[in-house]
């Protein structure tokens, strides 16, 4: 069951880092059953301490443009590394800082909570 956060975010885990602030988890089979909620600007998120809204999909239906819109906004997503929609995104200079490879969570995941990246650089 998803924990209602604020009046507008929900998210199916919450991951607490050490120095107060939170990622929140958003696991969908497509990102129509939660993203229309996420429009929030930047600085929402960050009056509530959370640092990142990390989504997985099992079925990836946004737009290039939808991904930077909410990778802007403090969103980033990860999908299986050889999912067409991975490679694709991942090789776009636009949308490359917001796609994470699945491979890729241990090692990507706790920097994203402990706030050492904001986005994929080197994944």
């Known amino acids: 069951i998803p924990q209602l956060l604020t009046g507008v975010l929900e998210a199916d885990h919450v991951i607490k880092s050490s120095n107060g602030y939170s990622c929140i988890v958003s696991c969908k089979r497509t990102g129509r059953e939660r993203v229309?909620?996420?429009s929030v600007e930047l600085q929402e998120l960050q009056r509530h301490r959370i640092r990142?809204?990390?989504?997985?999909?099992?079925?990836?239906?946004?737009?290039e443009g939808r991904v930077?819109?909410?990778?802007?906004?403090?969103?980033?997503?990860?999908?299986p590394d050889s999912s067409p929609d991975y490679v694709?995104?991942?090789?776009?200079?636009a949308t490359r800082p917001y796609m994470f490879p699945l491979s890729s969570i241990r090692q990507s995941l706790p920097q994203l909570v402990s706030g050492k990246i904001t986005e994929n650089t080197s994944f």
């Open 68 to 79: 930077v819109d909410l990778g802007v906004r403090g969103s980033i997503f990860y999908l």
């Open 36 to 38: 229309k909620q996420v």
């Open 88 to 93: 694709k995104l991942s090789s776009n200079k």
């Open 52 to 63: 990142k809204i990390i989504w997985f999909f099992t079925d990836f239906d946004q737009t």
